[in-house]
Nanobody
């Protein structure tokens, strides 16, 4: 089970940090990542991180502004979002991918419940 938190309302240029806590003892067996979705649009891949945390993969739209990290002792993945833009407004979902690959977009096996991020101009 994945529990996302940390969303909220922020002005353009501001920062937010999302967290996603996983239950169970197999967290380090999964690549983790984040997607986002706005009304009427498909869910969009944002970023992934490998099991060890050593490899990350970002969508071009967030590269240089967002940073993903994970703490396998705490079963938690984080998304630090800086220089937020109104276009980043969305519901953000954490996800877990059990495939034996290191990088690239996720194909999730599990989803978190989503947390709303709203960036005002």
């Amino acid at each position: 089970q994945l529990q996302a938190s940390g969303g909220g309302l922020v002005q353009a240029g501001g920062s937010l940090r999302l967290s996603c806590a996983a239950s169970g003892r197999t967290f380090s067996s999964y690549r983790m990542g984040w997607f986002r979705q706005t009304p009427g649009k498909e869910r969009e891949f944002v970023v992934s991180i490998s099991r060890s945390g050593g490899t990350t993969f970002y969508a071009d739209s967030v590269k240089g502004r967002f940073t993903i990290s994970r703490d396998n002792w705490k079963n938690t993945v984080y998304l630090q979002m800086n220089s937020l833009e109104p276009e980043d407004t969305a519901v953000y979902y954490c996800a877990a991918d059990g495939r034996l690959v290191v990088g690239g977009p996720l194909i999730p096996d599990y989803w978190g419940q989503g947390t709303q991020v709203t960036v005002s101009s």
